[in-house]
């Protein structure tokens, strides 16, 4: 019987890594997570501890050194994200980066030929960025570093045409920053992003309000991960692979949120679903309750529907962080333009439209002082506006759970 094949990564830190997942999606061979501090590496290298591995930040030039053998590709990079042990012993370094990289171009159909390309962040992946825009035959290919990242400074990158993301600014947990403000840059044809936690960052949120062709990194990131594991294991993988692994792990990582009328039943469908599909279940309205120490009709009462849509936002930018949750939202969550921005950050978002005449009025205080016909009017917009998806709510809340996993692709 073959032994299993020891792969893995290592970098610092590793916390919030979707490779093993990925990598299960792939092949079969065991793949850890090795947090290493970077006295740690060159042992680690040297060891029997593993068949192969890949190297993440801030490693990936610090492997270099150890190694017997490197790509051209990765020379040409000056990065390394790929090591295997060849058969004579001997370490070899590649770069499966810029596969990874030129295919998420690929995908978002983003040509950079004679285009005038920012590159923002000056590390490892702004090599693989500014490699790969360079061989792709890009007019101008300029570096916006941090410290050049000021107000006086950024109007010299203001014709950018292509504007690539390679710094960790926007990612999980400082969701909703941006390195740049995009209204900076009016001639921009494509904006890439190599964050892929939230699945959308401000960045590409703006972009996408701006009707601006743009991505984020989760296809490079299976791209990538593909190509390793052929060097893993010797074996071809069929390029469709990765399409198929980033639609598993984006739904893995997304969360599923709720939105509708108030008792559309998205409370009592979202814990059917969570249960459905082992998630953790969050409902809006409860989170509030328990962060103002009293029911909402007392919040409505007390300080009035403005000061209780502020919390209800406060504490949506708090949930729609994180990942892999099914959210109930209030049935009035979504009149908030930015509401709705922190549900496309991270959600695959389903709106239940419910039968007015069946919807309930108690402990609602909106439905309570308003038609329910006029306030369905009113809020349609928003939800369609918010909504990826729509079903209609049936009586049987198991059926509801089902439908929705359906129009998900569970």
Do not use: W
């Not at 190297?55 to 050194?65: D, F």
């Not at 509708?260 to 969050?282: D, N």
């Amino acid at each position: 019987m073959n032994k299993k094949l020891r792969c893995g990564l290592i970098g610092m830190p590793l916390g919030h890594s979707y490779s093993p997942q990925i990598h299960a999606l792939l092949a079969d061979y065991d793949y850890t997570l090795t947090e290493l501090e970077e006295q740690e590496v060159g042992e680690y290298l040297k060891s029997d501890r593993y068949d192969a591995t890949n190297v993440t930040i801030p490693y990936k030039k610090t492997v270099m050194p150890f190694l017997d053998e490197i790509s051209p590709e990765a020379q040409r990079i000056g990065s390394v994200n790929t090591i295997t042990h060849l058969p004579d012993g001997r370490l070899r370094g590649d770069n499966t980066d810029y596969y990874g990289f030129s295919h998420l171009l690929d995908t978002a159909g983003i040509d950079v030929k004679n285009r005038i390309v920012v590159i923002i962040g000056g590390g490892g992946a702004s090599m693989t960025a500014r490699t790969v825009a360079a061989d792709r035959g890009a007019k101008e290919v300029r570096i916006l570093i941090h410290r050049e990242n000021t107000p006086e400074n950024l109007p010299k990158f203001a014709d950018a045409e292509i504007l690539m993301n390679t710094s960790p600014v926007g990612m999980y947990p400082k969701n909703g920053e941006s390195p740049v403000p995009m209204d900076l840059f009016p001639n921009l044809i494509g904006v890439v992003d190599m964050v892929y936690n939230p699945s959308k960052t401000a960045l590409i949120l703006d972009a996408e309000e701006r009707k601006i062709p743009c991505i984020s990194g989760l296809p490079m990131l299976v791209a990538q991960a593909k190509m390793a594991s052929e060097l893993f294991t010797g074996t071809k993988i069929d390029d469709s692979e990765i399409d198929r692994v980033t639609r598993i792990v984006e739904l893995q990582m997304k969360n599923i949120s709720l939105v509708g009328m108030p008792g559309c039943g998205k409370s009592t469908i979202g814990r059917v679903l969570a249960q459905k599909l082992g998630r953790k279940f969050v409902d809006l309205d409860e989170v509030i309750t328990e962060k103002a120490g009293c029911p909402i009709p007392q919040i409505f009462a007390e300080q009035g529907e403005a000061a209780f849509r502020q919390l209800e936002h406060d504490c949506l930018e708090e949930i729609s962080k994180l990942s892999g949750l099914v959210i109930a939202t209030g049935g009035g969550t979504v009149i908030r333009e930015d509401n709705r921005r922190l549900l496309r950050q991270n959600s695959e978002t389903v709106f239940l439209r419910r039968d007015l005449s069946l919807l309930p009025k108690d402990g609602r205080p909106v439905s309570q002082a308003n038609d329910l016909g006029e306030l369905f009017k009113e809020r349609l917009p928003f939800y369609l506006d918010a909504a990826d998806h729509e079903i209609t709510v049936e009586p049987d809340p198991e059926q509801n759970a089902q439908n929705i996993t359906e129009v998900l692709g569970l």
